[in-house]
């Protein structure tokens, strides 16, 4: 006999035992066991409904289970006022009305309540608990949008050809076999069940198959959340070396949408040249849509940018200008230019016309046309072009107003000499910058922004513009105003 006979008999760990519980209603929760033996997954016992958590006390102390896999809300955050991180992130990766299937924890009643007792009482017993999402794992799982993904919960049709869709789908996907029917699913409690139990399964035996949501630096709570690996996460390109939507973007766009609603009461017909255009659409991170849903709801580029966000996307500054040009049903002129053929080509398909026919960016200074509005965003190009181009955005204000983006770092001495130039100019403008280590943008730069308005608009500005360029959105922005 074995020196660790005891343990072999009380611990056989060729079976590996797995935990799914669907928490739904107070008497419609839904447990299902796996058991996986090396060589096969098979039920240990078929999805069953439970009326009480207590009622999973008496399994869970019979037997030895590795991972549990739980469809509640297991985790929060003390800065978030209604989404988590981690629904947002998975908001993200769905499609459409699929969205709707993710909810705050805020709108669901007391189902994370009864989740979070529900680990009180297993965590005592089994050693893994993680949280997970069934509805959006079958999503990933099924690869392709159907119907009955969207119907199974309140159609027994539709519920039987979900379930002979996913274990057509799953041996060959996850390369194991099965010997699971079907037959023993019958509610679609008790298929969620299933997809939890799986999901524990995998994150034991096949995590590459699992996606982790992120989480808030602050999260508290219980457990990790996992879903089944979505493809769409190896689709997303990137497109820029920062993340866009970040605070210089909040406080660029916020800039360009306050001063294009005042110039558009100025003029019949809007001209607006954007030199430095980038792409009309960006793929952001789920932290850039939190951060707008969770602190920046209050702001007009919210509500614009919200159909976007909702997409994990966020809209750039020629594209912006034309959405809101159209929602106020003004005519306007946008032209545009970028050294990145890609973002040139991406806005000739979406405008129907040409680029600017420049050699960079600032030669529009030197032309004689009139534009109620230039915007330069050069990125961190500045520091070598500053001492040639300030000199003719003063000289463009004789026709034309134009807005400068310039991200610079803390210990550039350029940037402060580019204050000293204003001055000593006598330049008319006015300008913000975030200037806070909680706004640092990747590669640590900080933001500042200046609007320099058009010669006959200083004084009109100075009366009707300027109260409404606010840093609201941050503690501690500054506002320089030389007009």
């Known amino acids: 006999m074995s020196e660790n006979w005891f343990y072999d008999l009380v611990f056989d760990m060729s079976f590996l035992h797995f935990l799914g519980i ?49 469809d509640a809300p297991l985790s929060f955050s003390l800065e978030a006022q209604k989404w988590r991180l981690s629904d947002i992130a998975l908001r993200c990766l769905l499609r459409g009305k699929e969205k709707n299937w993710v909810q705050s924890p805020n709108s669901m009643q007391a189902v994370p309540l009864r989740g979070q007792q529900l680990v009180s009482l297993l965590r005592p017993h089994i050693g893994t608990i993680i949280e997970t999402h069934p509805r959006a794992s079958l999503a990933f799982i099924i690869k392709e949008e159907i119907d009955f993904l969207k119907t199974y919960k309140t159609s027994l049709e539709a519920l039987h050809r979900l379930k002979e869709k996913v274990f057509c789908c799953l041996p060959s996907l996850l390369d194991i076999p099965f010997e699971i029917s079907q037959a023993e699913i019958n509610t679609d409690g008790g298929l969620d069940a299933f997809i939890c139990a799986l999901i524990a399964f995998l994150y034991i035996k096949n995590y590459k198959w699992l996606y982790k949501l992120p989480m808030e630096k602050d999260a508290r709570g219980f457990a990790p959340f996992y879903v089944f690996r979505p493809t769409t996460l190896s689709k997303v390109g990137k497109q820029v070396k920062y993340t866009s939507g970040n605070w210089g973007d909040v406080l660029k766009h916020s800039w360009l949408m306050t001063i294009t609603k005042w110039l558009l009461k100025q003029t019949s017909f809007f001209r607006y040249a954007d030199t430095f255009c980038g792409f009309p659409v960006y793929q952001t991170k789920p932290q850039i849509v939190w951060l707008f849903e969770e602190n920046l709801r209050h702001l007009p580029l919210y509500k614009i940018q919200r159909p976007y966000l ?52 600032y030669e529009i200074l030197t032309w004689s046309e009139n534009y109620d509005l230039i915007l330069l965003d050069p990125y961190a190009d500045f520091e070598q072009d500053w001492k ?27 940037y402060n000499n580019i204050w000293s130039f204003l001055k000593e100019a006598r330049a008319k403008y006015v300008a913000g910058e975030l200037n806070s280590s909680k706004y640092l943008q990747e590669e640590n730069y900080f933001f500042s922004i200046f609007f320099f308005p ?27 105003i030389c007009l």
Do not use: M
């Open 22 to 70: 669907d928490i739904a209603g107070a008497e419609n929760s839904w447990v299902c066991e796996l058991t996986w033996d090396e060589k096969k997954l098979f039920w240990q016992k078929p999805p069953y409904q439970i009326r009480a958590l207590g009622e999973i006390l008496e399994t869970v102390r019979n037997k030895d289970f590795v991972c549990c896999a739980i």
């Open 310 to 361: 909702q997409e994990c996307q966020y809209a750039g500054s020629a594209y912006l200008v034309k959405l809101l040009c159209e929602s106020k049903r003004k005519q306007c002129l946008i032209d545009f230019y970028d050294k990145n053929s890609h973002a040139l080509r991406a806005y000739e398909r979406l405008l129907q016309k040409p680029a600017l026919p420049l050699k960079d960016g």
């Open 388 to 414: 040639r181009v300030l000199p003719l955005i003063l000289q463009k204000q004789i026709n034309s107003s134009l807005l400068l983006f310039v991200p610079y770092k803390p210990e550039d001495k350029w």
């Open 454 to 480: 058009q010669r006959i608009l200083q004084k009109i500005a100075r009366k009707e513009l300027v109260n409404k360029l606010k840093l609201d959105f941050v503690d501690d922005g500054k506002l320089t």
